[in-house]
């Protein structure tokens, strides 16, 4: 089955634990993003990645970091988490850049108290 | 900076009716997307538009570009229909880079 997965679905952790969110499709897309959803202002994208070891800033990359190893993982890092990055993150792939229809993750809950 | 307006921001309707949910943008696009989101959180995406009109059983959007306007209709709206709508743009944002901005949605309950 076509997917995108990502790991975990919910955490909960303290300001400054370092923590991944992984994120994984099988579908050989080119194109990897980040995003991030808040209450009354919707989604934001954190960082994309257009292919293998390229990746670039979205509107809201401060305090992440991201990589691209593989055309299949795309990682979303927290270096050191603090309760602003309290959200609801969204991992989603597209065949390439050009528009096309994006597949979205189930969503990872994160809380940093 | 593109900016992505959708209206209305909620909108009852009773089963059966026909929904409008409207989009409106502020710079030039390459492509814009139509996302369902259903209580729960996850996304899907039903329509990815670059011009003219789609349809999806009891779904249309429309797209016109001169006036950086798109609609996404439900005819014979349904409960299960209930959910959060998304408009998402596709624009450039320098170099070779392209990014998707978002409406902050649109929540249609549909009561039977």
């Known amino acids: 089955e076509a997917q995108v997965t990502q790991n975990p679905r919910y955490l909960i952790t303290v300001t400054g634990k370092k923590l991944t969110v992984t994120c994984s499709q099988n579908?050989?897309?080119?194109?990897m993003s980040w995003y991030r959803q808040d209450p009354g202002l919707g989604l934001r994208q954190i960082y994309y990645?257009?292919?293998?070891?390229?990746?670039d800033k979205g509107d809201v990359p401060e305090g992440y970091k991201v990589s691209r190893k593989e055309k299949r993982n795309f990682p979303l890092i927290l270096e050191s988490p603090s309760p602003n990055q309290t959200s609801l993150y969204f991992c989603?792939?597209?065949?390439?850049?050009?528009?096309?229809?994006?597949?979205f993750g189930p969503g990872t809950r994160l809380t940093v108290l | 900076k593109n900016e992505v307006e959708q209206s209305p921001q909620n909108l009852t309707a009773q089963e059966g009716e026909f929904i409008t949910i409207n989009c409106s943008y502020s710079?030039?696009?390459?492509?814009l997307h139509w996302l369902q989101q259903h209580p729960g959180g996850g996304i899907v995406s039903l329509f990815m538009?670059?011009?003219g009109k789609k349809k999806h059983g009891r779904l249309i959007a429309t797209i016109n570009i001169q006036e950086k306007h798109s609609s996404l209709h439900i005819t014979a709206s349904h409960p299960r229909d209930s959910a959060v709508y998304i408009c998402?743009?596709?624009?450039?944002?320098?170099?070779?880079?392209?990014?998707?901005?978002f409406g902050k949605g649109t929540l249609l309950t549909v009561n039977p």
């Open positions: 538009l670059s011009s």
């Open positions: 579908m050989n897309h080119e194109y």
């Open positions: 990645s257009m292919n293998v070891e390229v990746t």
């Open positions: 998402a743009v596709r624009h450039y944002s320098g170099g070779s880079n392209y990014k998707l901005t």
């Open positions: 989603a792939s597209s065949i390439d850049f050009g528009g096309n229809e994006q597949f």
């Open positions: 710079v030039g696009i390459s492509a």
